[in-house]
Every structure is written in C-alpha cells, then in structure tokens.
C-alpha cells in the first residue's frame, strides 16, 4: 500500500515536494493558506499590470546546467523564455557618477578599470573569481556517480571550496574598504545593501549571470509557480487551498497528522512542513522538539529582512532605459525612522506580458523594520495613512529619474513586511529566510527534529541562503532521504 503524505505550504519547497513525492510512489496531499501556489514566488495584477513580487533571476536558467535538469523534472523550462539581462544593475553615486554591473565578466572588468585604474589588481582578483565560480555546475545527484566520476566532479568543484574557504566569512563592505577609489568604496556595498552579507553569494550571483545561468522566466513568478503546481496535479496530487494548518498532530513522539485552523483533522504516515521554520517548530509543535542548536538558530542567526515593495504602472514606455539603477536621493525617505538615502528602481519592460503595450511596470524595494509595521498595523488609519505616504516618497524619487512621470501613474500598490507575513506566514515577514551572513553562510541545518518520528522539513528555513532552486532543491533532496529510509529507489521523472 503506498505510504500517505501531508505536505504543509504550496511554496516552490512544498510543490517541490509533493512532485517528487508522487513520482516516488507515496500519496501526497498539501495544505496552503493561500488561494494561490508559490508562497515568496509570487505576483499581482492591478489594473491591467502584473505586479511581479519574487524572481529577478532564476539559477538553473542555462540549459547545460545540472539545475537546468530539476527545473526540466518539475515541468517548468519546457517551452518556458528568458531573458540574460546585459546589466546587472546601474548604480548612481553622489556626484552623479555611475557604476555599471555588466553580467559579462570581461565587459565589467574593463569598466571597472576604467573607473578605478589604481586598484587594478583588486579587480583583477575579483573577477577573476567570478570566473572561476562560473564554471561551477552543482551536481544533482553525486552519490549515482561512479568512483571516477566522483573524483572528476569534486577537482571541478574545487573552485567553489576555494573561494569559499576564502571569502565566505568576508563582508561585502569589508571587501568594498579594500578598494582605493573613494567611489568604488560607495557603490559595491549597494550592490544588494544588506550588513553582514557574505561576499560569495554576491560573487556566485554575478557568476551565474556571466554563465547566462540566472535569467528572468517570461510571464514571471505565479506562472512559475503555477507550472509546478500543474506538474504537481498531474502527478495525482491533491492541493487544499485556503486551508492555514495551526497544529501538528503527534502521538508517542510520532507525528501523525494535521489540525486546521477550522477545526478539522487529517492524518499521514509521513508529515513534511515547507512552511515557515518558527511557526512550525514553535507554534503548531509548541516549541517541544528543539534542541539548544535549533534555538539558537531562530535567536542569533540573521534573517533577510522584510521588504516594502512599492509597484507602480505608469503610461509610459521604458523599455530604452536600463532596466535597474538605483539613484541617491536629494532628501532621504524616512520610515520608521530608518533613512533611505537612495532607491533603487526596476521596470519590467523587457516581459512584454506583465504590462499593457507601450506602458511599464516599475518596482522599488525597501528593506524595512518588521517591529515598526507590526505595531503600525494594529491602527488601519495609520497603515494605509503610512502607505501613502510612502507611495508620495517613492514618486516623487522616481520624478528625479525620469521627469514627467508622476502625471503619468495609473496605479500604485505598496506591500509591506504585514502582507509578506499575511500572505504567506513568514517570520517577520522575511523575504527569504536565513541571510548568507558572514555567520550563518555554508551552516547545514538538520531536516529533521530531535525526538519527533515521521516528521521532516523543507524550504528556505532549513537551507540558508534561500532562493527559488534552493526551495526546489530543498524538496528533492528530502524526497531522495525519505526514498532512502524506505528502501526504495528514488525516482526523478513522471
Ligand atoms: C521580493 C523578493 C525577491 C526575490 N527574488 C528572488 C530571486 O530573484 N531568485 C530567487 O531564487 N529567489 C528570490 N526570492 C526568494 C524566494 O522567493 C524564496 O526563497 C522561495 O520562494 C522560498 O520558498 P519556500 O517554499 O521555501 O517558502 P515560501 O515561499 O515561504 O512557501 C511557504 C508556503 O507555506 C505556506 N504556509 C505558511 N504557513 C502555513 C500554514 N500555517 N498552513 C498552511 N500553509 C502555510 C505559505 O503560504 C507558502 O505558500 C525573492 C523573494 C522576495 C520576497
């Protein structure tokens, strides 16, 4: 008889799952509290614009990728468009000055000499790792390879535990403070603007986009998420909908089922959550299966902070402007008495689906204060007071870039860190779980926990460092454990 499996949250991690769930045999059925699959991977339409609230670019993009081969299993990079972005992102300086990030290595080392020819060498060493860490192609499954295959893979590898050992535990702005050039200083810590923010994922961000490896998916991020939750079905999955789990059900240390917040039951041999990490070990296991490692993680490690994303459709056609530049402000926006002194800009034009014809979609994202929202959300007025107020902000920046355009907005929607959490459950309504920080980048988390049977976890809150393929991947591999404590073979395909 096939073994039955609860799966809780249709994000990437949860469909993942569940796909492979059902090629390997077991019955699988997942429980979302959205109407909607993708949790994070997301978008919205307003007014004839979809609103995108999730991929910029997709890591497994190249179809001579391993990653490649996950997305092909899961149903989504057949037939599916992308595009290579030229630019990373054009960042702007006080003085007007601006550094390009071109996706192409060569391309960007040359204008970075250009613009700081006396720290050469520096540059020279940066990307030349960026090379390095573009050959690198993360094996699926090294454990079907044989001795030879192994020992190939491992000296290909090699760039990878290199670099790693060299720079995971560099900052980006510490890596910045090593360059003469006053502008430079400026600029690359802006480049994601997060503290704390290890160097090699910046690093393998810009190499995967030299090995055109990290594109954007055409139609964007809920037609993503709705190819996998179509591969899912067709599988033979079930999804529920609407349906917030507020416990897990455990007997003799074993978990054996689900409680909704309606009050109604279901059970399974098997109990996966791909939902939020805190929520699920805290609130629906009351906190009764952690271990000091475990709480030590939700306590000390930092977490990608929430985002404002403030999306905009204007009746004006950008597609001959760079897609993403990030311009300093003449007065700094303040929220919550955190100053922004510039913001950053991306418009969608090169998807020609998520905006009438000869009109865009601009988006700006603010990492915010999770504290400040969560407090100004208990007085609606002030809410929606507040995010108008933002909107206003946000315009009226957006006028320093590109004059006249204010007259020119037909629609303004702002999501704060209070929608990422209603929406989708996450702590403090983070934007993807745990940061790449110099302390918490390259930690492997267990998938488990200590004490609790038939109960296992996926998603970005046990995979540092987050992402889409990270979620993906995340479901692959604990189906690969689970086949493996069930003696039976796991199988990729169906
Ligand atoms: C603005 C933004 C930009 C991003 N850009 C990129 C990018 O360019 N590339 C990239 O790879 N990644 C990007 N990410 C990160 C990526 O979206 C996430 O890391 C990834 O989608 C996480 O997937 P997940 O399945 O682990 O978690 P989630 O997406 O959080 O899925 C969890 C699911 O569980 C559901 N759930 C929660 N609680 C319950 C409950 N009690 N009962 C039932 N269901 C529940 C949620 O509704 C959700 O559907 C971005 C994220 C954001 C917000």
């Known amino acids: 008889m096939k073994k039955t499996m609860i799966i809780i949250g249709a994000g990437i991690a949860g469909l993942s799952t569940g796909c492979y769930g059902q090629m390997n045999g077991y019955s699988t059925e997942i429980f979302e509290l959205h109407n909607l699959p993708g949790g994070l991977c997301t978008s919205w339409k307003r007014k004839g614009y979809t609103f995108d609230g999730c991929i910029h670019w997709l890591v497994g993009s190249n179809k001579n990728s391993s990653m490649y081969k996950m997305w092909e299993e899961l149903g989504v990079v057949q037939g599916q468009k992308f595009v290579n972005h030229d630019e990373f992102t054009r960042i702007v300086a006080k003085n007007g000055k601006t550094f390009i990030l071109y996706t192409n290595v060569d391309q960007l080392e040359k204008h ?254 603010l990492t915010s204060n999770y504290d400040f929202w969560s407090e100004l959300y208990k007085t609606p007025e002030k809410y929606t007071a507040e995010k108008e107020r933002i909107s206003s902000a946000v315009i009226e920046s957006l006028e320093e870039l590109y004059p006249g355009i204010s007259v020119q907005v037909e629609v303004i929607d702002v999501a704060t860190p209070m929608t990422y959490e209603r929406y989708t459950g996450n702590w403090q309504g983070s934007m993807e779980g745990w940061l790449p920080s110099t302390k918490g980048f390259g930690i492997r988390m267990r998938k488990d926990l200590p004490g609790l049977k038939n109960f296992f976890m996926a998603g970005q809150w046990v995979e540092p460092g987050g992402g889409i393929p990270t979620a993906a991947l995340s479901g692959r591999n604990l189906m690969k454990k689970l086949c493996k404590k069930d003696h039976t073979q796991f199988i990729k395909k169906g």
Request: hydrophobic content about 40%; some cysteine; proline content about 6%.
């Open 112 to 365: 970075m000499k250009e613009l700081a020819p006396e720290d050469t060498p520096l540059i020279r060493e940066w990307c030349n790792v960026i090379r390095d860490l573009s050959k690198v192609d993360f094996p699926l499954d090294i454990e079907e390879y044989s001795l030879g295959e192994k020992i190939k893979t491992i000296k290909e590898l090699w760039p990878l535990i290199k670099n790693f050992r060299k720079y995971s535990k560099t900052s980006v702005e510490s890596f910045a403070e090593r360059f003469k050039n006053p502008f430079m200083r400026e600029v690359i810590p802006q480049i994601f603007g997060l503290d704390e923010f290890s160097l090699i994922p910046l690093l393998f961000t810009l190499a995967w986009m030299n090995a055109e490896n990290a594109a954007f998916p055409i139609g964007g991020s809920l037609a993503f998420a709705h190819k996998i939750e179509k591969k899912y079905l067709e599988l033979g999955g079930t999804i529920h909908y609407n349906s917030p789990v507020k416990k897990i059900i455990v007997k003799e240390h074993k978990a054996i089922g689900i409680g909704l917040e309606d009050g109604r039951e279901f059970f399974a041999d098997y109990i996966i959550s791909a939902a939020d990490g805190h929520k699920t070990i805290f609130e629906m296991l009351e906190g009764k299966y952690v271990d000091d490692k475990i709480s030590g993680y939700y306590r000390d490690l930092p977490i990608f902070k929430p985002e404002i994303q403030v999306s905009i459709g204007v009746n004006r056609d950008l597609s001959n402007e760079p897609h993403s530049v990030k311009i300093p402000l003449t007065s700094p926006i303040d929220i919550g008495g955190q100053k922004y002194w510039n913001l950053g800009f991306k418009h969608y034009c090169y998807d020609a689906s998520l905006s009438p014809q000869g009109k865009s979609v601009v988006v700006a994202l």
